[in-house]
């Protein structure tokens, strides 16, 4: 995502947009196929492996040479016909000749199966689904949920027209994780052909919380459609739906909620609360988004639904809007909202909201990823974050890690090693001392898999120039995205 000046003057009064668009995804196909009985089974192999360093070409009963090569994640192979009785599906690395995990299941006449490689409670694995091959009535669609994501628990799914309330009942209760190896017969749903809406709710919780919404999703008339629960990152949502259709197309149906969390990094600015209106509400004591976020912190990540809001933020424990915006977030998508600048400033300096997309997908295996955000009114300067070395008399710079970032930018992600790493700022394309925030710098202990966001927050010179009404110091702030 990316924010978009308008060039109406009633949007540039709102200030920055942010692009909305919500679709219907289109689900079609025949994952059945129509086998009838007493013909031979068809068996097609999905890649499930979330986060997989590699791609598997695949085997099946042990052929000479694989049906399908080089099979990235969320790509499936085409209906291959195998003999009744026992048979295998092996996922081999692209290149070798050794399978990673080998399914094995007694394949019925008449039956079709698809075996989902998956990232098992301890170590690679299969899960078999076997399908009810009958042809679709017409006028209806048939679904069919697999649960192939073992760290997310038991789901209750209700698929709905898109703006119907959440109903009492689920379409399907308590969907578990398979199992390691399972070998699995699922009863399908079947439904009348249109628009629907797929919303799933954690198995035993008496709030009924939605943790997963796919928004608008139309059913074509004869679809019959394999949704199978694989694990996901960088989404409200900790799975996503993978829809196979026959002929080996596969469609993703992600979690549409957005993520969004406010911060308040307005240097002169004392605690705050945060307020998302919609249809024109105004701001209410029982309906804030967040309460008493401090300076120099931020809240947690919580989810939305995509559309227009106005973001208000207050002084704590008073609705009188402080500093205010429209804004109007897309499906699927991660923002954090920052109070920024301080209060009777001319702009730029102004008190202010800043709107920054957020990327919460997982960095490469091993590695850790971070940004900077820009957020201290008195750096005149653009400035580098770099890697210091301070065991000597004194700093030395050992790398550029992040470069020419100006007040109120914020920066791509960048991939760095786990482990120790101290960091500070200096003016663009300069060795200059001292170095900011000091000439110690600031040491960071990244993980693997982890995502930061590194906001320069107070003044340089506080009480001063700029900074006349504000007292917070210049300091790196960490957050966990």
Known sequence: MYLQASTTPAARAAGWLLSFAAGLLALGGCTGGGNASGTAPLVRAVNAVYGAPTSYDIVVDAATTPTASKLAYGQASAFAAVATGSASVAFEPSGTTTAAVTANFSAAAGTNYSVLAVQGSTALTTVTVAHNAAVVAAGRSQ?????????????????????????????????????????????????????????????????????????PVTLMAGADALLAVVPVSGSAATFTLLSLAADGTVLTIGDQRVQVRVGNFAPATG????????????????????????????????ALLPQAYHVSFTSSGITNELVGKDLAFAAGTTFSVFSVGINGLAPPDNLQLLAVADDLRAPPSGMAKLRLIQLSPDIATSVDLVSIDTSGTTPVILSRLIVNLAYTGASTYVDVMPGSLTVALVPTGTSSLPLLPSNAGVVLSPVAGGIATLVVNGCRHPLSATCATASTPLQLVTLAD
């Open 143 to 215: 679904l069919t949920f697999v649960h192939a994501a073992p760290g997310t628990g038991a789901l209750d799914l209700y698929v709905t027209t898109p703006t119907a309330a959440l109903p009492t009942a689920a379409t399907q209760t308590a969907l578990a994780y398979a199992g390691d190896g399972a070998s699995i017969g699922p009863l399908p749903q079947v439904v009348t052909a249109g628009d629907y809406r797929i919303r799933a709710v954690a198995s035993g919780d008496t709030t009924r919380t939605v943790v997963f919404d796919s928004g």
């Open 271 to 302: 605690g705050i609360d945060a307020y998302f209106d919609q249809n024109g509400a105004g701001n209410g004591a029982t309906a804030p988004f967040a309460t008493s976020v401090a300076q120099g912190t931020a809240s947690a990540y919580q």
